[in-house]
């Protein structure tokens, strides 16, 4: 059977724009028909409140079924948006999505990563997060690391998570919230997931976790460039990226692979930290490179981009009563390169 424009319309006038609530009819979506008759080919323009997402892809289906049971041998379809008023009309009736982390545009998503492990990245990540929050920004951050999950360690974090509704509440501690795969794992236990799994729990950790307003929101990637820091790539595909490696040249040769591959996958590299770079004798004031040298300014000039701190060998000062092992004080010498590099970090985000 042939179809006509006319039934074309009588076939998908009822159906409902998935964010308006309201018919095709009302909000005029059917925008062009076309039909081919010799190859009984029908398609469709459609004008959605929103396009590019699940709902769109269901509602897809439903059209190319109804006009095929209809006669049509094959359908095309088209999307595009609505006019702002059209959807600021029927705004009032629309239940607005709700906004996640994911669809933020206040959110800054920075990751932090290396080319290996045991750089001292996730101290990087607890003390930028803390120093962002000292210079009053809303933090969050997430230990990505799944494997080798260590922030709520170091900073302290004694508490676990609560679930409030179907949300997670995360933990704050110095200004932080703070969520970590180490607080779904008992006592210590090996985690032993392939990707797939893991990518699961990272959506859980942005969908399923209260975060609140958060200007950055840090994630403390495992090392290199395997399963999670793709997931990361692929879900977040405004993420920048802060790339820490030690000033031995192999290190930052290393580190290098995951600069290129946050470049390869369109993640800006905002800059460099390099961590360990040396030893100063508090008896001497001589500064002895332990590690090498030259490897932070390397790394910056192969990934052009700038070296933002170059952070000594130091222990926090501990305290007893508020205990956090890896924390630098804000008035320690390190605490006061952190405070540097947050302040970098803004303005370069």
């Not at 920075?110 to 750089?119: D, E, P, R, T």
């Not at 990272?202 to 395997?226: K, M």
């Not at 000033?247 to 369109?266: E, L, Y």
Request: aromatic content about 6%; hydrophobic content about 40%; charged content about 25%.
């Amino acid at each position: 059977m042939l179809l006509t424009e006319a039934k074309v319309v009588q076939l998908l006038k009822d159906l409902q724009d998935p964010f308006l609530h309201k018919t095709f009819e009302e909000t005029n979506a059917i925008q062009e028909i076309s039909i081919k008759e010799e190859k009984n080919h029908v398609s469709v323009k459609v004008a959605l409140a929103k396009t590019g997402t699940a709902e769109q892809m269901q509602l897809q289906g439903t059209i190319v079924n109804l006009l095929k049971e209809a006669g049509a041998s094959t359908v095309g379809l088209r999307f595009m948006e609505l006019p702002q008023e059209v959807v600021e009309r029927f705004g009032a009736a629309a239940p607005k999505e709700e906004e996640t982390l994911l669809n933020s545009n206040k959110t800054t998503f920075l990751a932090i990563a290396s080319g290996k492990g045991g750089v001292g990245k996730s101290t990087v990540s607890v003390n930028l997060a803390v120093s962002l929050a000292r210079l009053g920004k809303k933090v969050g951050l997430i230990d990505a690391d799944i494997y080798g999950f260590s922030v709520p360690d170091m900073m302290g974090i004694t508490k676990r998570p609560v679930v409030r509704g179907e949300k997670i509440i995360p933990v704050e501690r110095f200004g932080v919230q703070v969520i970590s795969m180490g607080f779904f794992v008992e006592d210590n236990s090996p985690v032993i997931w392939r990707g797939p799994m893991l990518g699961k729990m990272l959506n859980s950790f942005f969908n399923e976790v209260e975060w609140g307003d958060l200007d950055y929101l840090l994630l403390d990637l495992p090392p290199g460039t395997g399963d999670v820091a793709l997931d990361v790539h692929s879900m977040l595909p405004s993420c920048k990226e802060l790339i820490v490696t030690t000033p031995h040249p192999t290190a930052a040769f290393v580190a290098a692979r995951a600069g290129a591959m946050a470049i390869k996958t369109d993640h800006e590299v905002i800059g460099v930290i390099e961590n360990m770079a040396y030893f100063e004798s508090k008896k001497t004031g001589e500064k002895e490179y332990v590690f090498g040298k030259g490897g932070g300014d390397k790394l910056a000039e192969e990934l052009q981009a700038p070296l933002l701190g170059q952070l000594p060998l130091q222990q926090p000062d501990w305290n007893d009563d508020d205990f956090a092992p890896s924390i630098y004080q804000q008035d320690h010498d390190l605490g006061k390169i952190y405070l540097n590099i947050a302040s970098k970090v803004v303005e370069l985000t």
